[in-house]
């Protein structure tokens, strides 16, 4: 009897709604399992504390890529099962450019087909385009147009990188992260009934279906890494809390993913683990990242979450 007591308050005391007290820590909850498959999203993590509303978002590039000669970027569908079917609805495809000036392009597209029935109504100053399935964000960089930031609209969730260098233009995006009430478990999604973009201060301002508003705000680009800075508000409260952010990528072995490590801070110190042994912490930073050199998608960016703090002072 005691040991079943001992277990329980043990489960209890791990609970994410009593892990993370503090605005300038979150809960940081491991729901990935083990795969063969490089085509397979098996890594999801998900951050919770309800007095979390503000917090910083950063891609940078692996740490081994100064030393890169081969960039692989084809999907590796070794091992992989035929995927099950899911609803499949038929749209009529399109790419609209919404906003260009001489550093910044904004491309909304629709795809032939998708797992939901509709996309996300997009605003750019005054008009408005409805049924977009993605969002993309390119840059002007020697020139050209380049590409650093897709925001899926159906799923809710953004994949963001460095700008590339030179020696590999076309580099590879790898997890992708969400931000707002996530939903879903291990596939998990951010319902965005709304998103209003403001090409001038780079922020993209979300209205979400399941209530509160977001913003997501490129604060910084450049070689090394790509900064967001993110704030909520409103969200509805749920016990235990709903996260408010997550991380979904794919790890079959450490030479064969996007993310092999989980490195966190707490006020004890620095720790790190490979990203299936994780077994949740509550931190103030969290970083993920590869320290050996990945087959698939080799050049996609380490990812790190911090500076987790409360909502602004109202002025």
């Known amino acids: 009897m005691r040991r079943l007591a001992a277990a329980l308050l043990a489960m209890v005391s791990a609970t994410p709604a009593l892990a993370a007290d503090t605005p300038d820590r979150a809960w940081v909850e491991n729901l990935s ?3 063969q498959c490089a085509e397979l999203d098996n890594v999801v993590l998900t951050f919770a504390n309800p007095k979390v509303r503000r917090f910083r978002i950063e891609a940078s590039a692996p740490v081994y890529l100064p030393d890169l000669k081969f960039d692989a970027t084809k999907p590796d569908f070794e091992n992989c099962e035929s995927p099950k079917p899911e609803p499949a609805f038929r749209f ?9 000036d001489a550093d910044v392009r904004l491309d909304g597209v629709t795809l032939a087909t998708s797992w939901r029935e509709r996309g996300a109504e997009v605003m750019v100053g005054d008009k408005s385009f409805g049924g977009l ?12 147009f380049t590409e650093i930031l897709v925001a899926d609209l159906v799923g809710g969730s953004w994949r963001v990188k460095p700008v590339p260098g030179e ?11 969400l931000v707002g009430p996530v939903e879903g478990g291990e596939r998990p999604m951010v319902d965005v009934a709304r998103l209003k973009v ?7 301002r979300m209205t979400f279906a399941k209530g509160g508003v977001g913003e997501v ?5 450049d070689e090394k890494k790509t900064v967001l800075d993110v704030s909520l508000d409103g969200l509805s409260e749920t016990d235990p809390p709903r996260p408010f952010a997550a991380l979904r990528s794919m790890f079959v072995s450490p030479t064969k993913a996007d993310i092999a490590r989980v490195n966190w801070r707490t006020e ?14 509550n931190v103030s930073e969290a970083r993920f990242d590869r320290i050996e050199r990945s087959s698939h998608n080799t050049s996609a960016p380490d990812i790190t979450f ?3 703090a409360p909502a602004a002072p109202a002025r």
């Not at 009529?92 to 260009?100: A, F, G, S, V």
């Not at 399935?133 to 050209?144: I, S, T, Y």
């Not at 403001?198 to 993209?204: E, I, L, V, W, Y």
């Not at 004890?268 to 912490?281: I, R, T």
């Open 33 to 35: 399992r083990p795969t």
């Open 92 to 100: 009529k495809p399109r790419t609209l450019t919404l906003y260009e």
């Open 133 to 144: 399935h993605q969002l993309r964000w390119m840059q002007r960089v020697r020139g050209a």
């Open 167 to 177: 020696a590999f233009p076309d580099a590879a995006y790898g997890a992708a992260v």
């Open 198 to 204: 403001d090409p001038a201060t780079r922020a993209f």
């Open 217 to 221: 705000r490129i604060a910084g680009v």
């Open 268 to 281: 004890k110190g620095l720790y790190n683990e490979p990203v299936l042994d994780f077994q949740g912490a």
């Open 306 to 308: 911090r500076d987790f």
